[in-house]
């Protein structure tokens, strides 16, 4: 592992699953600073990259301070830990007069979006303020799904060896489309600044809920080099104890596979089902030959945890729960992760 010289930090989708991710990055964090090293995280990945939630988080942790603080991030990961706790039951609005709403106008959602985009809006605008992913605090990159183009959109601040330069985005739109999550949240109209023109944006977990191989390819495009990567993916759960019985599909039918009152369960699996292969595929191509390129920190979530949108407060406790054991089961993973961490900026220092 003498080679490590980039660190790249992946974050899965998930809804306000997001929080589960948040609490592991303290818990390395906390490791860090126990090694000596005492610095914020956009000092200390080369690239962090998310999707939906994890895209949030992304953005948070590599924007620059809306107040102008100097090489400030935009949101500690506390401040990230409080938008799912304290924001997401507003987010996620579930009172009864929205529910009898979202019954009598679009069909308990079946013919419209269950949540008011504004409120997320609101928080990102607030949060993030109006600066650009080219003025982001290390490398960055969010994912999202044109629906015009019909094409994968990858928002980042990259150079690329070949000397082209990514198209620039606002850090909040950004954030707002790799969340904007069909069903639950209408696309997102976006501004290219690079272009200037309107991009139509929808949720990049439709095709990478779990970036962590696009992350390591767009590296390699910035001419990196495989063998100085450690690429560190974290994820928001599975839902491997949740089967969806034979016959609760077949009843389903069309709408029932898309209907969020089920938990929009075809959504449910494209999000599961691509995690899960990446995460395979990237153990399998990175970690050959006793090497360790990449490092995969997940576990499977409590009965009915599955949900993105439910942000009770008891959902919020069985996911901080569900934290507290994902941190205790992959103690290992971490603390190799603080470990070469810790080598890898002390020696740069």
Same mark, same amino acid.
């Given at each position: 592992?003498?080679?490590?010289?980039?660190?790249?930090?992946?974050?899965?989708?998930?809804?306000?699953?997001?929080?589960?991710?948040?609490?592991?990055?303290?818990?390395?964090?906390?490791?860090?600073?126990?090694?000596?090293v005492n610095r914020p995280l956009h000092t200390i990945f080369d690239l962090i990259c998310g999707t939906s939630a994890g895209g949030i988080v992304a953005a948070g942790l590599t924007a620059p301070h809306p107040d102008g603080t100097r090489d400030k991030a935009a949101a500690t990961l506390d401040?990230?830990?409080?938008?799912?706790?304290?924001?997401?039951?507003?987010?996620?609005?579930?009172?009864?007069?929205?529910?009898?709403?979202?019954?009598?106008?679009?069909?308990?959602?079946?013919?419209?979006?269950?949540?008011?985009?504004?409120?997320?809006?609101?928080?990102?605008?607030?949060?993030?303020?109006?600066?650009?992913?080219?003025?982001?605090?290390?490398?960055?990159?969010?994912?999202?799904?044109?629906?015009?183009?019909?094409?994968?959109?990858?928002?980042?601040?990259?150079?690329?060896?070949?000397?082209?330069?990514? %198209? #620039?985005?606002?850090?909040?739109?950004?954030? *707002?489309?790799?969340? &904007? +999550?069909?069903? =639950?949240?209408?696309?997102?109209? !976006?501004?290219?600044?690079?272009?200037r023109t309107h991009q139509s944006l929808v949720d990049g977990g439709l095709f990478a809920n779990d970036p962590a191989l696009i992350a390591y390819v767009e590296a390699l495009q910035w001419g990196w080099r495989p063998e100085e990567i450690l690429v560190v993916s974290i994820g928001t759960g599975?839902?491997?104890?949740?089967?969806?019985?034979?016959?609760?599909?077949?009843?389903?039918?069309?709408?029932?596979?898309?209907?969020?009152?089920?938990?929009?369960?075809?959504?449910?699996?494209?999000?599961?089902?691509?995690?899960?292969?990446?995460?395979?595929?990237?153990?399998?191509?990175?970690?050959?030959?006793?090497?360790?390129?990449?490092?995969?920190?997940?576990?499977?979530?409590?009965?009915?945890?599955?949900?993105? %949108? #439910?942000?009770?407060?008891?959902?919020?406790? *069985?996911?901080?729960? &569900? +934290?507290?054991? =994902?941190?205790?089961?992959?103690? !290992?993973?971490?603390?190799?992760?603080?470990?070469?961490?810790?080598?890898?900026?002390?020696?740069?220092?």
């Open positions: 592992m003498s080679q490590i010289r980039k660190l790249i930090l992946s974050i899965d989708g998930g809804g306000v699953r997001g929080l589960v991710a948040v609490r592991v990055l303290q818990a390395l964090e906390s490791r860090l600073r126990q090694r000596g401040d990230l830990r409080a938008f799912f706790e304290d924001d997401g039951p507003e987010i996620f609005c579930a009172t009864m007069s929205a529910r009898l709403r979202r019954f009598l106008v679009s069909g308990n959602g079946l013919f419209d979006e269950i949540y008011d985009a504004r409120h997320l809006e609101k928080r990102l605008q607030s949060r993030l303020g109006w600066v650009s992913l080219h003025s982001a605090l290390t490398g960055v990159l969010v994912t999202a799904y044109d629906l015009e183009s019909r094409m994968p959109v990858l928002m980042t601040n990259g150079r690329h060896a070949i000397g082209r330069e990514s %198209d #620039d985005y606002l850090f909040w739109q950004a954030a *707002r489309a790799t969340s &904007a +999550a069909p069903a =639950f949240f209408e696309p997102a109209l !976006v501004d290219n600044l690079t272009t599975t839902a491997a104890d949740q089967p969806i019985s034979h016959t609760s599909a077949t009843a389903w039918g069309a709408v029932g596979w898309l209907n969020p009152a089920n938990g929009s369960p075809l959504l449910s699996i494209l999000l599961d089902g691509q995690a899960r292969t990446v995460s395979q595929q990237a153990e399998w191509l990175l970690n050959r030959d006793g090497e360790t390129h990449f490092v995969r920190i997940n576990g499977s979530l409590p009965k009915d945890a599955e949900r993105i %949108d #439910d942000a009770r407060p008891g959902m919020i406790r *069985r996911l901080n729960e &569900a +934290a507290d054991r =994902f941190i205790r089961d992959n103690a !290992v993973s971490l603390d190799f992760v603080a470990e070469t961490i810790s080598d890898t900026r002390l020696l740069a220092a």
